[in-house]
């Protein structure tokens, strides 16, 4: 699954590392699946969060998936919620892990408290991508310094558009079935998006004792939340 975090990381070898780690692994082309595509490396500043709602559908659709459950972590959330809603009676659900929510109209940017003029800001100077962190960005997350070493090896600078197209939603996903794992070292509390999500009756609230980036730092946890998410 893809992720975005003051730069790009393809964690979806990661996520295949957390799963195979759980008490037993999920087919991609089963009945049941848990399905996430990677794309960091894309190399063009242009590339948007369209793009990445195309590619999910896509591989569910080249993979003829069924009862599919779909993760995004951290930006990822904004592409994989637009995709949830779109692939129809494919979907067994969505597990959002300590993400974004996409809103109709609203892009990555808008949640931040400036309405994201800073990153725009970042994204001017930087050629239209969002740059690597240092790894003093990652401290403070239960991580360990091979882990974050880890981290920033694998990260690329991000594709600024994706960051700043507005998502697009017939409704909000208040009616899809949804998990949201909520990763609570030093930020205990959901969104105020995500909150009001959570009053559905469809949307449950789990929550990781780690920081934002639980397939390095809790991988076990993790694995056996996505197998519950699929039934296994």
């Known amino acids: 699954m893809p992720a975005a975090g003051r730069g790009s990381l393809d964690h979806s070898g990661f ?6 780690v759980g008490s037993g692994p999920v087919e991609p082309g089963g009945r049941r699946g848990a399905a996430g595509a990677g794309w960091a490396g894309a190399s063009s500043r242009n590339y948007r969060s369209s793009v990445h709602v195309r590619v999910i559908i896509d591989e569910v659709e080249r993979l003829d998936l069924r009862e599919v459950v779909l993760v995004g972590h ?33 892009a990555f940017a808008s949640s931040w408290p400036d309405g994201g003029a800073m990153l725009r800001a970042s994204l001017a100077e ?29 990260s690329t600078p991000h594709p600024g558009a994706t960051l700043t197209e507005p998502a697009v939603l017939k409704r909000p996903l208040d009616h899809l079935p949804a998990t949201y794992i909520k990763c609570t070292l030093g930020d205990p509390e959901p969104s105020d998006d995500v909150a ?11 929550e990781m004792d780690t ?22």
């Open 15 to 20: 996520f295949d590392r957390a799963i195979s």
């Open 74 to 106: 951290s930006y990822s959330g904004i592409p994989v919620g637009q995709a949830a809603e779109r692939v129809g009676d494919r979907l067994a659900g969505v597990v959002f892990v300590d993400s974004s929510v996409p809103a109709d109209g609203e």
């Open 126 to 154: 930087n050629g239209g991508f969002w740059p690597v962190a240092p790894a003093t960005h990652f401290e403070d997350h239960g991580l360990t310094d091979e882990q974050i070493a880890r981290i920033v090896r694998g």
């Open 196 to 206: 009001k999500l959570l009053g559905g009756e469809d949307w449950r609230l789990v």
């Open 211 to 232: 920081g934002h980036w639980p397939m390095f730092s809790q991988p076990r946890e993790l694995a056996q939340l996505l197998l519950d998410a699929v039934g296994e």
